[in-house]
């Protein structure tokens, strides 16, 4: 009972802080990070425009119809509180990005990674760039972020790539988790248009979307 009021009082919280969003007239909007060093940085092409369809459908925002794609070197990177970063291959960031990416972390945005298989071993070393002192961290299955607005038991793996479990990762800046990194998951397959991925069941594509739908709830609320 105290579990289910505490999800409905989130609920409440979300609502709240997504109408004031939408007094604003500013269209919310997911920027994805166009990365060096030879992986697929432009994957997922139809997954953040669903995902922005179901941000207005379910959360009644305001937003824009498609992604934005923007170099973490951009001058506009200030502009978005949330970062998608996604990729199959090898990520390279520049001393610049580095910096620039710690700069708007620790000043109030958020990353989320999605690992699309095969970007663990890069992403792990890129990130140390930004938080040299830190260590990716495992998020437990009763951190918020899974649990305020749709009540998740833990990071759903969504496609099958090899038997890994799913897990979420995180780094901190002053007690706010400003980096989620989904490890073996995939909610970027479970948002693509269903030709894409014929094989996700209608009840893992729904997982997907909760997941997302979190994500952005709990970077609205923090």
């Not at 289910?4 to 802080?17: D, F, K, P, R």
Request: proline residues 5%; contains cysteine; hydrophobic residues 40%.
């Amino acid at each position: 009972m105290a579990r289910n009021c505490s999800i409905i009082l989130s609920q409440l919280v979300v609502a709240l802080l997504l109408l004031t969003v939408t007094i604003s007239a500013e269209k919310f909007e997911i920027a994805q990070v166009r990365y060096g060093g030879g992986g697929d940085w432009y994957g997922d092409q139809t997954a953040v425009s669903n995902w922005l369809k179901l941000l207005r459908q379910r959360l009644g925002m305001e937003t824009a119809e498609e992604r934005v794609v923007l170099r973490l070197t951009d001058r506009n990177l200030f502009s978005y509180p949330f970062l998608y970063l996604v990729g199959h291959g090898n990520i390279s960031f520049s001393s610049k990005e580095s910096q620039a990416l710690r700069q708007y972390l620790t000043r109030g945005g958020f990353l989320f990674v999605n690992d699309d298989y095969g970007l663990d071993q890069s992403f792990r070393r890129e990130i140390k760039k930004v938080f040299p002192q830190q260590k990716l961290q495992p998020i437990p299955d009763d951190h918020p972020i899974y649990h305020c607005f749709y009540d998740l038991r833990g990071l759903p793996k969504i496609h099958q790539h090899d038997g890994d479990p799913a897990q979420g990762y995180g780094l901190f800046h002053q007690g706010r988790l400003v980096v989620f990194y989904a490890y073996s998951a995939d909610i970027g397959d479970g948002l693509e248009d269903r030709k894409i991925h014929p094989e996700d069941p209608p009840h893992l594509r729904e997982l997907a979307a909760k997941m997302a739908l979190n994500l952005i709830a709990y970077v609205m609320m923090h």
